[in-house]
């Protein structure tokens, strides 16, 4: 499985960006998919995830409500709107996808995963 992340860039503060991964193969509506988050000098960090059909979504406390996980199974995709971006929103951000999960409580652990995407620069200028 590849996954293939685009839509990062430069944008300035308060303003919006949509992210896309698009997974390679026929089985991408079995699974789960997470986004997560790289700034320099910190570790990873879980940012949403989507359950298969989208039923049900995930989001990190402090990001709910500005950034929206959605996917579209007939497209191989999943998306990642992020709204009223902040400086410190800057990082790389990665899609990953887990293969028929079965305890959606562990979607938050990068370590669950178990395809990742090459991840896509997010820089956001105050």
């Known amino acids: 499985v590849q996954l293939v992340e685009s839509g990062g860039g430069l944008v300035q503060a308060g303003g919006s960006l949509r992210l896309s991964c698009t997974a390679s193969?026929?089985?991408?509506?079995?699974?789960?998919m997470g986004w997560f988050r790289q700034a320099p000098r910190k570790e990873r960090e879980f940012v949403s995830a989507?359950?298969?059909?989208?039923?049900?979504?995930y989001y990190t406390a402090s990001l709910k409500g500005r950034f929206a996980i959605s996917r579209d199974n007939a497209k191989n995709t999943v998306y990642l709107l992020m709204n009223s971006l902040k400086p410190e929103d800057t990082a790389v951000y990665y899609c990953?996808?887990?293969?028929?999960?079965?305890?959606?409580?562990?979607?938050?652990?990068?370590?669950?995963?178990?395809?990742w995407g090459q991840g896509t620069q997010v820089t956001v200028s105050s």
């Open positions: 990953a996808a887990k293969v028929n999960p079965t305890d959606y409580s562990r979607l938050y652990y990068n370590q669950d995963y178990d395809y």
């Open positions: 193969g026929s089985t991408f509506s079995s699974y789960a």
């Open positions: 989507i359950s298969w059909n989208g039923g049900a979504t």
